[in-house]
């Protein structure tokens, strides 16, 4: 089956400790990015990426990075900068057309929660 | 900037009703996509509906269609003959086309209920 696959679905993280979430697709998509969502809210954009080996910041990356090294994957580090890492966290995967990137498809997610 | 708004933050429907829910928007730019999208207990998001808003045909997608008034930047959605499995958070979103220029700005959702 073709789709987006994140792991893990729950995520325990220490004070002061990286964490990296997995998100895997086979769509064949170029393009992909990771969202957070906190409780009450829509989704913010955390980094995105076109093309391997080059991503850019969204409106909150700070305290995350990312690496691009395949097309099918785009992992989310989530470090000790970040202060309050606790939220839902979701990635996605899209076509890059011609009018520029296109419609977003979604993972299932991961819980994330600081112990 | 560009803003997507929800103004209704819970909505109910009878079940096999029709409900609408809401959704302004603000670009500056003439060519972009909406969406929605549903999130259900799971909490995966996944696609409703899309319009380009170059297209003056209203999207149909099975139950759910919208309402597209790009001049008022209105983007409503129509869900029909309501069903238990509708019940979720519905989040509208815009994308200006041309990727580079912006990114899928979401809305605060609608938390839409069923009742049987």
């Known amino acids: 089956d073709g789709g987006i696959t994140q792991s893990p679905k729950y995520l325990f993280r220490k004070e002061g400790q990286n964490v990296t979430l997995s998100c895997e697709q086979n769509?064949?998509?170029?393009?992909m990015y990771w969202y957070r969502q906190d409780p009450g809210q829509g989704l913010r954009l955390i980094y995105y990426s076109q093309i391997v080996n080059d991503f850019q910041k969204g409106d909150i990356a700070e305290g995350y990075s990312v690496s691009r090294e395949k097309k099918e994957s785009f992992p989310l580090t989530v470090t000790s900068a970040q202060k309050n890492p606790t939220a839902f966290y979701l990635c996605a995967s899209s076509i890059v057309g011609k009018g520029g990137r296109e419609t977003q498809y979604f993972g299932p997610g991961t819980r994330l929660l600081v112990l | 900037a560009q803003t997507v708004t929800q103004s209704q933050p819970e909505m109910s429907v009878q079940e096999a009703e029709t409900v609408t829910l809401s959704c302004t928007y603000d670009?500056?730019?003439?060519?972009?996509?909406l969406f929605w999208y549903k999130q259900p207990p799971s909490r995966q998001m996944i696609l409703v509906i899309r319009q380009e808003a170059y297209k003056q045909q209203n999207a149909t997608e099975n139950r759910f269609s919208v309402n597209f008034q790009k001049a008022a930047k209105s983007f409503s959605l129509k869900i029909s003959d309501s069903q238990l499995g509708d019940a979720a958070m519905y989040f509208c979103a815009l994308l200006n086309y041309g990727g580079s220029q912006g990114n899928l700005i979401f809305g605060k959702g609608t938390k839409l209920s069923v009742k049987p």
């Open positions: 769509l064949n998509h170029d393009a």
């Open positions: 670009t500056s730019e003439s060519d972009y996509y």
